[in-house]
């Protein structure tokens, strides 16, 4: 089956300073990829997607790439402020009935003003 | 627009206890998804309910159940609980199963504690 790893485990960064989290997947089937953003005792946040047919997506400070031959994609954000710190999960699927989201160990990222 | 609810939002159970959690998408939603997360992990998936059946299912044993129904809503059982279900369980949904259907948008949750 499907298996997502995620890097860094913990991420530290200066107010303004861009942040770049990464994950692999093993199936090279997988052709669905979200990042979400949990904060401490809140819900995931679907942030953003990308999907197999696309190799780059950007929405205002958040991008994320998407290499399939490498089986690796990236979450990118600019200019980090605080409220960007939380936890960032990322997660392969396939585009199939009863398909789960499989997900990365997490990325915990503090931003300091 | 309400979001995916879920209840209760806390649960404290003893070991050999039976527990049932409950979800309602978001309107108009006909996928439900289930998953645990454990303190410090990415969420896990347990199953995947669209138009009422069981259309996907996770590596966890028996003793977990889930049903859907005809408004969508889903109910998930755990039965014997164990020290090691202690967790907070997620549900999310998504409009529906095939193209153009990935998104999945998670409720609050529910914080499982088995003592």
């Known amino acids: 089956g499907e298996n997502v790893e995620q890097h860094p485990s913990t991420l530290s960064v200066q107010e303004g300073d861009s942040a770049v989290i990464k994950c692999t997947y093993s199936?090279?089937?997988?052709?669905?990829f979200p990042w979400y953003k949990q904060e401490l005792g809140k819900r995931p946040q679907l942030i953003i997607d990308?999907?197999?047919?696309?190799g780059e997506k950007k929405d205002q400070r958040i991008a994320v790439t998407l290499n399939k031959t490498a089986k690796h994609f990236s979450l990118h954000i600019t200019e980090t402020q605080p409220e960007d710190s939380a936890v960032y999960f990322c997660?392969?699927?396939?585009?199939?009935?009863?398909?789960?989201?499989?997900f990365g160990k997490g990325t915990t990222l503090s931003v300091s003003s | 627009d309400a979001g995916v609810t879920q209840s209760p939002t806390h649960l404290i159970k003893t070991r050999g206890q039976h527990v049932t959690l409950r979800c309602s998408p978001i309107?108009?939603?006909?996928?439900v998804s289930w998953y645990q997360q454990v303190l410090g992990q990415g969420p896990q998936f347990i199953f995947q309910?669209?138009?009422?059946?069981?259309?996907g299912r996770g590596n966890f044993p028996d003793r977990f159940s889930a049903r859907q129904f005809p408004n969508y809503s889903s109910e998930l059982n755990v039965n014997a609980l164990l020290l090691g279900d202690s967790a907070l369980y997620l549900c999310?949904?998504?409009?529906?199963?095939?193209?153009?259907?990935?998104?999945?948008?998670f409720g609050p949750g529910t914080r499982l504690t088995v003592t």
């Open positions: 999310a949904s998504s409009a529906r199963q095939g193209l153009s259907s990935y998104e999945q948008y």
């Open positions: 199936d090279s089937a997988s052709n669905y």
């Open positions: 990308i999907r197999s047919n696309v």
């Open positions: 997660a392969a699927s396939l585009n199939q009935a009863g398909t789960a989201l499989i």
């Open positions: 309107s108009g939603h006909k996928s």
């Open positions: 309910y669209y138009e009422k059946e069981e259309r």
